[in-house]
């Protein structure tokens, strides 16, 4: 007995000191993800002709560094020493070779698993091995794991995902830690000191509003995020979920209000379409400097709706240095003119204001009168203002 004494004195002592890895996170993190368009249809040539393109159409420089492979990614079973496995059909050269060929690019390895016993796609899943798959990550130069939630039966998701916290932490990389248990436990009241961002809702899809199932489209999760905003800031974040911005399920409308939208909301900006065949009008929407700087504003604050009514709703979001993001978005089914009445808004924008409009890359005036503009059907005005001297 007291022999493990110490040793239960030096188990307390760690998880005392237990924690995720602070300031990877100052901003929300941007990326691509495989999942969106391709499933399980994932492939070491894949991931490379990927990151090329990535490359090559300016979203790296843009600040989409991180490279996601989600499900699907191993064998079915683990290794005679428990170990996963990264499939060798589908990744010849291994999983570190992987990360280093990312990294010589300029770019970050994200990984997935599920805190359950299988993955959502039946893989093996990552409980009772938190530890043992987080030394095996930080060996593969991974930088980022998204962790599910599928196959977990009763377990406690705090719990649970502290556990991988802190086997994160033990294995000394620092990894970004973004939790994908789907809302289920409200995560945004208790996650902020163990992951960098957590999913606020169930999976997305490539539609405005509809409904199928598990899977909505961002419309619907846009509105469940209406009274998240007093959770999020740097390192801490609300995950709406990874965008459906140029998959064929959206009007070009739709992709540019999806984007502007989750800007506005500070959530992670991670692409999910086809980067090596997007049409140039996505390319340029993805890589709108203006509009990422709305998200990726250092005050960190999300946005919230200030009004809705009358086919529209309108978005604020405060900035650094007194400045302020103003969204509006066409919710009806038709072209129309609408208008933001600034008046309205001085009770918590102070002043006057220059207007900037940042998909036409002009100026729009001030907040001395109102301004309308003609939308079409779910479409946006992504505003950012200035205060006058």
Not at 87 to 111: C, Y
């Amino acid at each position: 007995m007291r022999k493990l004494i110490p040793l239960l004195s030096l188990a307390l002592a760690s998880a005392a000191f237990a924690q995720k890895f602070d300031g990877l996170a100052a901003t929300p993190p941007m990326g691509w993800n495989t999942w969106n368009t391709f499933a399980c249809d994932i492939s070491e040539a894949l991931i490379k002709e990927t990151a090329e393109a990535m490359i090559a159409s300016g979203m790296r420089d843009a600040g989409y560094v991180y490279v996601v492979l989600d499900d699907c990614w191993m064998v079915k079973e683990r290794d005679p020493d428990g170990d996963l496995v990264g499939d060798p059909a589908k990744f010849p050269s291994g999983m570190k070779a992987l990360g280093d060929f990312l990294h010589g690019k300029g770019l970050k390895f994200g990984i997935y698993n599920c805190a359950g016993t299988k993955t959502c796609a039946g893989y093996p899943g990552g409980r009772g091995h938190e530890y043992q798959d987080a030394r095996l990550y930080a060996s593969w130069g991974v930088d980022y794991l998204k962790y599910d939630w599928c196959s977990t039966g009763t377990a406690n998701a705090q719990e649970t995902y502290k556990t991988m916290r802190d086997a994160l932490h033990a294995a000394g990389r620092p990894i970004i830690f973004s939790m994908c248990e789907w809302g289920t436990a409200e995560p945004w009241k208790w996650a902020a000191d163990v992951a960098h961002l957590w999913r606020t809702t169930g999976d997305i899809i490539d539609c405005y509003d509809c409904i199928t199932g598990w899977s909505t489209g961002w419309k619907v999760i846009l509105d469940k995020q209406v009274e998240l905003a007093k959770y999020a800031g740097p390192d801490h974040w609300n995950d709406p979920d990874m965008m459906e911005v140029g998959n064929e399920g959206l009007t070009f409308a739709e992709s540019r209000a999806h984007f502007s939208l989750w800007c506005m909301l500070a959530a992670p900006l991670i692409a999910g379409n086809d980067v090596r065949k997007m049409t140039s009008e996505i390319r340029a929407l993805l890589t709108n400097r203006e509009a990422i700087a709305i998200d990726q504003d250092p005050l960190g604050k999300q946005g919230t709706r200030f009004y809705i009514g009358g086919g529209r709703e309108i978005w604020t979001k405060e900035l650094s240095n007194g400045e302020w993001a103003v969204c509006m978005l066409n919710t009806g089914d038709a072209p129309a003119d609408l208008a933001i009445e600034w008046e309205r808004m001085h009770y918590f924008m102070r002043g006057q204001y220059s207007v900037s409009d940042i998909w036409k890359g002009a100026a729009a005036g001030d907040t001395k009168k109102p301004l309308t503009v003609r939308l079409d059907s779910h479409d946006v005005v992504l505003l950012r203002l200035k205060p006058l001297k």
